[in-house]
């Protein structure tokens, strides 16, 4: 199993981001996805799911309204939109393939206020 996330880096307050995690290894059409992230000094922490097809997707509530989880299973990718972005959003984001339990390598976003 392969977890690629991609798109991270500085952004301003206010800015945006899209993430990607490409995956392969494994059948990704029959997995929820999440997407975690990780700031420095805090435990990690669950950002968003998306299930198998992408018809039920779950945030944190920091994040709701603001980010946006979706896949597209034809190129095994799943993706994090994230608008309006905040300081406190600054942390790496993994990608996480939920049952079968494998990371990405994370990919750092940082929003200068």
């Known amino acids: 199993v392969q977890l690629v996330e991609s798109g991270g880096g500085l952004v301003q307050f206010g800015g945006s981001l899209r993430l990607s995690c490409a995956a392969s290894?494994?059948?990704?059409?029959?997995?929820?996805m999440s997407w975690y992230r990780q700031a420095p000094g805090k435990g990690r922490e669950l950002v968003a799911t998306?299930?198998?097809?992408?018809?039920?997707?779950n945030y944190a509530d920091s994040v709701k309204g603001r980010f946006t989880i979706f896949r597209d299973n034809a190129k095994n990718t799943v993706y994090l939109q994230m608008n309006s972005l905040k300081p406190e959003d600054t942390a790496v984001y993994y990608c996480?393939?939920?049952?079968?339990?494998?990371w990405g390598q994370g990919t750092q976003v940082t929003v200068s206020s």
């Open positions: 290894g494994f059948t990704f059409s029959r997995y929820a």
């Open positions: 996480y393939v939920v049952l079968l339990g494998y």
């Open positions: 998306i299930t198998s097809t992408g018809g039920v997707t």
